[in-house]
Antibody, heavy 122, light 110 residues
Framework: QVQLQESGPGLVKPSQTLSLTCTVS??????????WSWIRQPAGKGLEWVGR???????NNNPSLKNRVTISADTSKNQFFLKLSSVTGADTAVYYC??????????????WGQGTLVTVSS | QTVVTQEPSLSVSPGGTVTLTCGLS?????????PSWYQQTPGQAPRTLIY???VRSSGVPDRFSGSILGNKAALTITGAQAGDESDYYC??????????FGGGTKLTVL
């Protein structure tokens, strides 16, 4: 059973860069069978897909976040990362990492982390 | 940018049937969007209910079913129970390899 665990600072100052790590256990992020995504949810609001990374290092991001998103991975540590630059209060949210199958019955989120709250405030 | 639409809120009586829908601001939802549905209670991560339009995730009771109704994806709950009171989200996989979530439906069982 795969497990995903988010970690990172809970407080980030405006205009700085938010950095989060998702540690995956029980499965390899380099298997090629999954996309690894970040999803966020402001308090009291809906879910928003932030972006994803594939084994090859190829990434896709939500266009609404302009070019502020960078997703990368360290396969030796079985971790992938989110960096969101130039943050404002609108980026305050619970951030989830999740995986989505590439083949078979694809393109849905079959496992999620528990989420981590990031607050943007001075 | 494409907007995925959901009813903001719905209510159902215990034992009743309710259908939640997932549409597009422009165009029709088809199986090619791989619609999936998630249930979320306050303070918890989403739980996967349905994927690839109509496939139930492991452990999901058959009271939950997915389909395409007209030009929308749909999640139908039959024999609604108090424990089904949650927020429900659909998400569609777009041509440009991104996912777009609907705004969510708050389901009340009363």
């Amino acid at each position: 059973q795969v497990q995903l665990q988010e970690s990172g600072p809970g407080l980030v100052k405006p205009s700085q860069t938010l950095s989060l790590t998702c540690t995956v256990s029980g499965g390899s992020i380099s298997s090629g069978s999954y996309y690894w995504s970040w999803i966020r949810q402001p308090a009291g609001k809906g879910l928003e897909w932030v972006g994803r990374i594939y084994t090859s290092g190829r990434t896709n991001n939500n266009p609404s976040l302009k070019n502020r998103v960078t997703i990368s991975a360290d396969t030796s540590k079985n971790q992938f990362f989110l960096k969101l630059s130039s943050v404002t209060g609108a980026d305050t949210a619970v951030y989830y990492c999740a995986r989505a199958p590439v083949i078979g019955a694809p393109y849905y989120f079959d496992d999620w982390g528990q989420g981590t709250l990031v607050t943007v405030s001075s | 940018q494409t907007v995925v639409t959901q009813e903001p809120s719905l209510s159902v009586s215990p034992g009743g049937t309710v259908t939640l829908t997932c549409g597009l601001s422009s165009g029709s939802v088809s199986i090619g969007y791989y619609p999936s549905w998630y249930q979320q209670t306050p303070g918890q991560a989403p739980r996967t209910l349905i994927y690839s339009t109509n496939v139930r995730s492991s452990g999901v009771p058959d009271r939950f079913s997915g389909s395409i109704l007209g030009n929308k994806a749909a999640l139908t709950i039959t024999g609604a129970q108090a424990g089904d009171e949650s927020d429900y989200y659909c998400v569609l996989y777009m041509d440009n390899a991104i996912w777009v979530f609907g705004g969510g439906t708050k389901l009340t069982v009363l």
